[in-house]
């Protein structure tokens, strides 16, 4: 079965620290893309980072990064400098190829992310 | 903005009564992917369309239907409503290109009363 999980429902971080959010991922595709979205109170879906599975390199996007083990079917989000802004429900979600020829997005459950002042 | 439309934004109805949900995918895009999502939960797959053509199925009720018109816009059918449909709805549109990502609309919010 093709999963996506992320085993902390809530995290808490201190302004200007550094948190990570953790997610792994179950698929016996080799060809798939891996992303972290941001669900802010205002509910709008936000996209914050891709990763290409056949990429090495670790995507970043200013203060944010991942940490991609791909044997470990790993990918976690750092948030580096953390801002009162960052505060929101986080999803990871893997995309794969479906049978039908287009692509199949599963999401997790969210981790809900405090940023305390 | 995403470019991709959702409308009506807010909808309160009455157990029993059908409504239906609208999306104007983004500009050239193909897909549209319906979620659902109750009160601080995940993301549920309801269904997915291509240029027409039902593509994938997830936990979509009976009562819900879906349809994807030549112009590419696309409705969402919820009918005998229930309390528990209470949720937002999400529309998505993709691309398609090799790992692309889904532009999420603002979402419909649905109270069932």
């Known amino acids: 079965a093709q999963t996506v999980t992320q085993s902390q429902p809530e995290m808490s971080v201190q302004e200007a620290e550094t948190v990570t959010l953790s997610c792994t991922y179950d698929?016996?595709?080799?060809?798939?893309?891996l992303f972290w979205y941001k669900q802010p109170p205002s509910r709008q879906m936000i996209l914050v980072i891709r990763?290409?599975?056949?990429?090495?390199q670790n995507a970043t996007e200013n203060r944010f990064s991942v940490n991609f083990q791909k044997a470990a079917k790993s990918f976690s989000l750092k948030i580096s400098d953390s801002q009162l802004g960052d505060a929101a429900m986080y999803f990871c979600?893997?995309?794969?190829?479906?049978?039908?020829?287009?692509?199949?997005?599963?999401f997790g459950t969210g981790t809900r992310l405090k940023v305390l002042a | 903005d995403s470019g991709v439309t959702q409308t009506p934004k807010h909808l309160i109805t009455a157990t029993g009564q059908r409504v239906t949900l609208r999306c104007s995918p983004r500009?050239?895009?193909?897909?549209v992917y319906w979620y659902q999502q109750s009160l601080d939960q995940g993301l549920q797959f309801l269904i997915h369309?291509?240029?027409?053509?039902?593509?994938a199925k997830g936990n979509i009720l009976e009562r819900f239907s879906a349809q994807q018109f030549p112009d590419l816009h696309s409705e969402l059918n919820l009918s005998s409503l229930e309390l528990g449909d209470s949720a937002l709805y999400f529309c998505?549109?993709?691309?398609?290109?090799?790992?692309?990502?889904?532009?999420f609309g603002e979402g419909s919010r649905l109270t069932v009363l």
């Open positions: 979600a893997c995309a794969m190829l479906g049978t039908s020829g287009t692509y199949k997005y599963i």
């Open positions: 698929t016996s595709e080799s060809d798939y893309y």
């Open positions: 990763q290409e599975a056949y990429k090495q």
């Open positions: 369309y291509y240029n027409g053509e039902e593509r």
């Open positions: 500009s050239g895009d193909l897909s």
């Open positions: 998505a549109s993709s691309p398609e290109r090799v790992g692309g990502e889904l532009f």
